[in-house]
Structure formats: structure tokens, C-alpha cells
């Protein structure tokens, strides 16, 4: 984020944050940006665990001593940890020449969220967060994109601005094209994974609400936009498509390069 802004006007049971604008259209803004002063990408993190992936009740659960030993050491809740490992683990699979680190995600949610724990949120133990947290109306002031929500101002009968959603702050155009449910069947899941592509359906979509769904969708985007992670370019590259300003790369590495060992 470019600019630090006040939280807006709270709705019941909702949480509103300042948002990166995750915006896909982005992704071909940046062609070209970057270079030899890219600096270095945060490295992968300790590794996670081989866990299977498939003909399991409960995926994230195998992630639990993992994540326990470390939520401490971090300052990151274990339920939050899981999901992070978990996206990296299927993501590594899916798409390996990605080399997405669980630091990258973390970074991000932290800095968009506090790992969901923004204005006294938590994270029930089916990854749903609640209260909702919901950025500010982007409505165009205060160097924010202008998004009408076009469904929702139909039916309120007045102009609604767009807000991004969750702990990783999804717009919901933007979730749309890359929102993953983790309980997916799995054969169903992993290829979409593989395809590398804005593919979700309404059937796949889970919620941006939910930080195991959240945390994947972030990684299919991330991988998407920036190719190789585990190069300066494609690191910067991918984090400049998620919020288009040098600030916020530096402010996710910062938190990203606090996880690394």
C-alpha cells in the first residue's frame, strides 16, 4: 500500500481495513517492469513438511506440529500457518517451476491483515474468519482505484463501491477469476491448479473469507503473474501485481524476510 489510510465506516459484524488493490488487469501493466535492481526475493522459509495432499478428511490437520512449533517463534496463529503451508505444498505440486515460499504469503497477510486478526478477528478451525474484514469503499478518493459494484448498486438502488475481502484482501472481480476452495475434491482441484489460468467456477470459488481458500487463490495468482519466484523479477514482478506500488513490494519483503528462519 502506498498510503496508510484511517479505517472507514464499520457495518455490524464487519471489519474494515486499508486494501491492496488485487487487481488482475495489472499483471500486464507490469510487463517489462523490474530489472538488475530488483532486489533479492525472501528465501523459500523453513521447509513444510511432505503431506498428502489427497484421500484426506483433513489436509491441513498433518500441518498442525509443523505450524504449532513455529507460531510462536513468528507471532503468527497456528490455523494461519496451516493455510500458508498447506497453498505452498499445493502449489509446489501443482506448479513447481513457481518455487512459492509460505514466507511470501505470509508477508502478504500480514501486511493486509495481521494474519486476520485485524481489529480483533480470529480464525474458527474451518479457516473461516470472523468477523468478515472488508477494506474501504474504493470510491476513488485517497489515491484508491474507482470500482463500482454494478449487482449491488442495482439492488440498493444507489452507487456501492467495491471493497476487498478477507485476510488477503480480494476484490471480488479479482476472486472471481482466482478463488479456490481447499475442500474441492481433489483430482477437480489440482487441475485447476496446473492450469496456471483464471478458471474458477462457483463451484470451485470457496470464499475469500476463509484463510485456507484465501491463501491458495493468493498463491495461483502470485505464480500466475510472477512465473519464477525464486527470481528477483519474478518475486518483485508478482507482489507488484498484487498492489502496483514499490512501498507495499518493500513492506511484504520486510515481514516476508522476518519469517525466513
Known amino acids: 500500500m502506498t498510503n496508510s489510510y484511517p479505517p472507514g465506516p464499520r457495518g455490524r459484524g464487519v471489519i474494515t481495513v486499508p486494501t491492496a488493490l488485487l487487481v488482475a488487469a495489472v499483471a500486464t501493466i507490469l510487463a517489462g517492469c523490474g530489472g538488475a535492481s530488483d532486489p533479492l526475493p525472501p528465501r523459500a522459509g523453513e521447509p513444510v513438511p511432505a503431506i498428502r495432499l489427497d484421500a484426506v478428511d483433513h489436509p491441513l490437520d498433518q500441518l498442525g506440529d509443523w505450524a504449532r512449533v513455529r507460531a510462536g517463534k513468528y507471532g503468527i496463529p497456528v490455523r494461519a500457518l496451516q493455510a500458508y503451508g498447506y497453498a505452498t505444498v499445493a502449489m509446489a505440486k501443482a506448479q513447481p517451476t513457481c518455487h512459492l515460499g509460505w514466507v511470501t504469503l505470509a508477508g502478504i497477510a500480514r501486511v493486509e491483515s495481521d494474519h486476520a486478526r485485524f481489529g480483533g478477528a480470529t480464525i474458527a478451525a474451518d479457516g473461516l474468519v470472523r468477523p468478515p474484514i472488508r477494506g474501504i469503499a474504493l470510491n476513488g478518493t485517497g489515491g484508491n482505484a474507482l470500482i463500482v459494484d454494478p449487482n449491488a448498486s442495482t439492488r440498493a438502488g444507489r452507487t456501492v463501491y467495491v471493497r476487498a475481502m478477507g485476510p488477503f484482501q480480494f476484490i471480488p ?7 479456490v476452495r481447499v475442500g474441492t475434491d481433489y483430482s477437480t482441484l ?19 473469507d476463509n484463510i485456507d481458500d484465501a491463501a491458495l487463490a493468493a498463491g495461483r495468482y502470485l505464480c500466475a503473474a510472477g512465473g519464477d519466484l525464486a527470481t528477483a523479477h519474478g518475486w518483485r514482478q508478482a507482489i507488484l501485481a498484487y498492489n502496483h506500488s514499490t512501498v507495499y513490494v518493500n ?3 520486510s515481514a516476508a524476510i522476518g519469517y525466513e528462519s
Open 190 to 208: 489440482t487441475k485447476t491448479l496446473e492450469t496456471g489460468k483464471p478458471a474458477a467456477t462457483s463451484d470451485l470459488s470457496g470464499s475469500p
Open 251 to 253: 513492506r511484504v519483503r
Open 173 to 179: 472481480d479479482t476472486w472471481k477469476r482466482w478463488g
